[in-house]
């Protein structure tokens, strides 16, 4: 199993579509896949066949883990880095943090 290392942030997704498009809601552990590791699983340059989708990773934090299945697409985001939903990142770091070292792997 490969362990990858990075930073965890957190944004609202209720409501709303993502790359995967799927319709979504902050209470859910779900996770936006930083563009370097997304992007090449991207088919014919359409986000939404990208085979990442649906993929589930289990992130380390400070204060525990948690399972997450891939829904999004982080741009902003560095090889590495996660982007999760609030309801996520409460599990493995408080929100007031906003920005946490993480290491984590697929399942």
């Known amino acids: 199993m490969i362990l990858y290392t990075g930073q965890a942030t957190y944004y609202n997704i209720e409501g709303g579509y993502t790359a995967c498009v799927t319709l979504q809601n902050d209470n859910q552990f779900l996770v936006a896949m930083n563009a370097p590791q997304f992007d090449p699983y991207t088919s014919n340059g359409n986000p939404n066949r990208n085979s990442l989708c649906g993929k589930t990773v289990r992130i380390n934090g400070p204060k525990g883990s948690v399972t997450a299945v891939v829904i999004d ?4 985001c560095q090889y590495g880095d996660l982007d999760l939903t609030p ?5 493995i770091a408080d ?3 906003g920005r946490v070292s993480i290491s984590w792997s697929w399942l």
């Open 73 to 76: 697409r982080c741009p902003s």
């Open 87 to 91: 309801a996520a990142f409460q599990a």
């Open 95 to 97: 929100l007031s943090q």
